[in-house]
């Protein structure tokens, strides 16, 4: 059975980003600046190249400069068109007719709320999610590796790395099955144990391939850890019913929700570019 084209993909935006204050206090963490692009651009860059057609932004207050960086900028461009200098800087930026869907959750209840708010936008459609605060530095892309993976076994899939044992608690953790490669069954799915009740050290990182039946399991609105109603515990609901795979993707992820992470972020990012390496190591070899 030939799986459908996976055409749309959820950004959860709506989310304080606390962690990083008072940088976020008037600006959305996603539109903060890895080297010399917001995170929220790292991530449709990633969704493109995977074939994504439709980015949906669950939104919230405060959240409009992200629709906006992706709209045309007149009065920019024609400055720059002034001044003969090009465009091509910009065209990352510049979202197609309908690429960028927008939908507002408007009570913080947790990722798996977020997800459902999309699911009228989504429809009876497979679709990715992406949080962009986990950068993943690779090539291909983390979800162009998944998309390909997907394609041979269908049904759900997320991204996961190994997590030290004593940080379980800061991510779902997956039951392993079998193994293949770098594909992995899951066979459960618990959301932050404790360290000495992990099934494993595979940890869910911040990507995802689900089956549209995932929104009707969320519309129970059932609360999970923290009082939150989570993505994590309906996937959970679904093993067994529909090929459930873990793949452990090749690229580097970055916490950019994190203070340490997102400095991180920045200078590898900086040492992967020609044009800043050389000084990058200068300074850091002067330390």
């Known amino acids: 059975m030939t799986n459908p084209a996976l055409r749309k993909a959820v950004f959860p935006v709506a989310g304080l980003g606390t962690r990083l204050l008072p940088a976020t206090k008037s600006m959305p963490k996603e539109m903060l600046t890895i080297v010399d692009r917001p995170l ?5 860059d990633e969704a493109r190249e995977a074939g994504i057609e439709q980015m949906i932004f669950v939104t919230g207050r405060g959240k409009s ?3 906006d ?3 045309s900028a007149f009065e920019l461009e024609a400055v720059l068109r002034e001044k003969g200098k090009s465009l091509d800087v910009l065209e990352p930026s510049r979202a197609k007719f309908g690429e960028v869907v927008t939908v507002r ?3 913080p209840l947790g990722l798996g709320h977020a997800v459902w708010s999309a699911r009228h936008i989504v429809g009876d459609e497979p679709f990715a999610v992406i949080l962009p605060d986990d950068l993943m530095a690779g090539k291909p892309g983390a979800l162009r590796q998944m998309v390909d993976a997907w394609n041979e076994v269908g049904g759900n899939m997320i991204a996961t790395e190994e997590v030290p044992a004593e940080k379980t608690n800061s991510y779902g953790i997956i039951t ?3 193994t293949h490669g770098k594909l992995t069954e899951v066979l459960g799915l618990v959301e932050k144990p404790a360290p000495q009740d992990a099934p494993s050290r595979l940890g869910v990182i911040g990507r995802y391939i689900l089956q549209p039946d995932v929104m009707r399991v969320l519309d129970a609105g059932e609360r999970g850890a923290g009082g939150e109603i989570q993505l994590t515990d309906a996937m959970a609901k679904l093993i067994g019913k529909q090929p459930f795979h873990a793949l452990k993707v090749d690229a ?3 916490d950019c929700g994190d203070r340490a992470g997102f400095v991180i972020a920045n200078i590898a990012l900086a040492l992967d570019r020609d044009d800043l390496a050389p000084k990058i190591r200068e300074y850091l070899g002067s330390l």
């Open 40 to 44: 929220i651009q790292y991530a449709v």
């Open 176 to 178: 392993p099955g079998g």
């Open 65 to 67: 400069s992200l629709v």
């Open 69 to 71: 960086y992706f709209d």
């Open 252 to 254: 580097v992820r970055h």
């Open 105 to 107: 959750q408007q009570e």
